[in-house]
């Protein structure tokens, strides 16, 4: 029987919650929800990302973004947005490796966008450093092309959940049971969610699917101020290009997977995620007007950018363990049973240039 706290959420029998909703609450309920009430990263947390793993990921990231800012012709105002900036670590090599480069460190504008106020505080105390503002939405953006940048942040946002039973429409809801039991229930869907899935071919002949509707509520501000600006965003996200039509969401406590009941029994315990439809997400930008470039694997895009190169250069001015941990660093980002191809990368655009790095 599970007993969890379901006060603190304001999870009640009255409501059943849909699946988005009722994650949003366990992780960004204030105070208590996951990403509210403490540090997720690194070997003490629940998860380690591509950031925190290596500093080569960081300096991979510099360089395309190096290279962007070349491509579209050395604006003298270039802005960079980091979305989800987890602990910081990503922009603080980015801040350093950019010193090197004297123009760009004078035309760079870089901003922050992170919901969690204890991970804006965490991330504050990891940054030192004025170029930085963190920023609740992209109004202030007004000048410049801009690149929105996310690692693992499209698959934290919570996602829908359907079944197509009689090819009828029906959404995965969460529900109080005898005042201390969550179950699932499945609720007919209204005309105006069939018609928004209806829109997408990437779903249609799916008989269960997942539907970012809060992913792409969260992209529509990003897409705008690219049309508007011009540049672009880039995605490197755990996630699949055809779906099987299986439930794709999955926790994470103390570095290991745990299954939905122990999810239940630990609310606001463990980090809840799901994995990409990246055909989906290159349909949705396609829409919207935005040039895609092709898919890739991080293991191809990172490769592709040199960091097997860069690792070799490092590598010669360490010791005998550090060369060691660096060669384990570096398969953990390549490997292919690791984050080598389960790990995808995306890049909708809006540039008279097409011809980005990391993609062919």
């Known amino acids: 029987m599970m007993k969890p706290n379901l006060k603190k959420f304001k999870i009640t029998s009255k409501k059943p919650l849909p699946v988005d909703d009722f994650i949003e609450k366990i992780l960004y309920e204030p105070e208590i929800g996951y990403y509210s009430s403490k540090d997720p990263f690194g070997k003490n947390g629940d998860f380690i990302t591509s950031p925190t793993i290596s500093n080569l990921f960081s300096e991979i990231i510099s360089i395309w973004l190096i290279s962007t800012w070349e491509k579209m012709g050395k604006p003298k105002v270039f802005n960079f947005v980091e979305l989800g900036p987890g602990d910081g670590s990503l922009t603080k ?27 804006k505080k965490l991330q504050k105390q990891n940054i030192d450093n004025k170029q930085i503002k963190w920023i609740k939405n992209f109004k202030s953006i007004k000048n410049g092309p801009v690149i929105f940048f996310g690692n693992e942040f499209f698959d934290s946002i919570p996602i829908k959940q359907f079944y197509k039973i009689n090819n009828e429409l029906f959404e995965k809801y969460y529900s109080l049971k005898n005042k201390i039991n969550i179950v699932e229930r499945f609720i007919k869907s209204d005309d105006k969610e069939v018609m928004q899935i209806k829109k997408f071919e990437t779903l249609k002949k799916l008989k269960f699917i997942e539907f970012p509707k809060k992913g792409f509520l969260e992209l529509e501000p990003i897409i705008k101020t690219i049309s508007k600006l011009s540049g672009g965003i880039l995605l490197i996200d755990y996630g699949y290009l055809n779906s099987n039509n299986s439930n794709t969401i999955q926790a994470v406590m103390d570095n290991k997977k745990i299954s939905t009941d122990v ?30 470039k092709k898919i890739v694997s991080q293991r191809f895009f990172l490769e592709r950018m040199g960091i097997i190169e860069r690792a070799e250069i490092l590598q010669k001015k360490r010791t005998n363990k550090e060369q060691k941990y660096m060669k384990e660093t570096l398969s953990r980002l390549l490997e292919e049973k690791q984050m080598g191809s389960l790990f995808k990368v995306i890049f909708g655009y809006k540039n008279k240039n097409s011809d980005f790095f990391g993609f062919k």
Do not use: Q
């Open 93 to 119: 090599v980015i801040i350093s490796t950019i010193k090197k480069f004297p123009e760009l460190n004078r035309a760079i504008k870089i901003y922050l966008y992170e919901k969690s106020l204890f991970l």
């Open 263 to 292: 999810m239940l029994k630990n609310l606001g315990k463990a980090d809840i995620t799901s994995l990409v439809n990246f055909n989906l997400l290159k349909e949705y930008f396609l829409k919207n007007n935005l040039k895609v």
